[in-house]
């Protein structure tokens, strides 16, 4: 066990919290990605990206919520 306060043991620290920053980041990544894609497979009427790219802030608030919420939860679970 290194001590915390010498050199090497804050260097190990900083690795640690560092790996966990990149796992949270895949965490976050997948998430994401996999939320937005089930939410597509789920509204098959409306065409997400479309309504977006035409200035419908109705859809776009919808997603940011979505995204805000699933950011939530990969937090919590990270």
Do not use: C, H, Q
Not at 26 to 41: N, P, S
Not at 59 to 77: A, E, N, R, T
């Amino acid at each position: 066990m290194l001590d915390p306060t010498s050199l090497s043991g804050t260097l190990i620290e900083y690795a640690r919290a560092l790996g966990w920053s990149i796992v949270a980041a895949i965490g976050f990544a997948f998430g994401i990605g996999i939320a937005l894609k089930v939410f597509d497979w789920l509204s098959t009427d409306i065409d997400e990206w479309e309504e977006i790219k035409k200035g419908n802030m109705g859809v776009s608030l919808i997603f940011v919520s979505l995204i805000i919420m699933v950011g939530l939860l990969v937090y919590k679970v990270i």
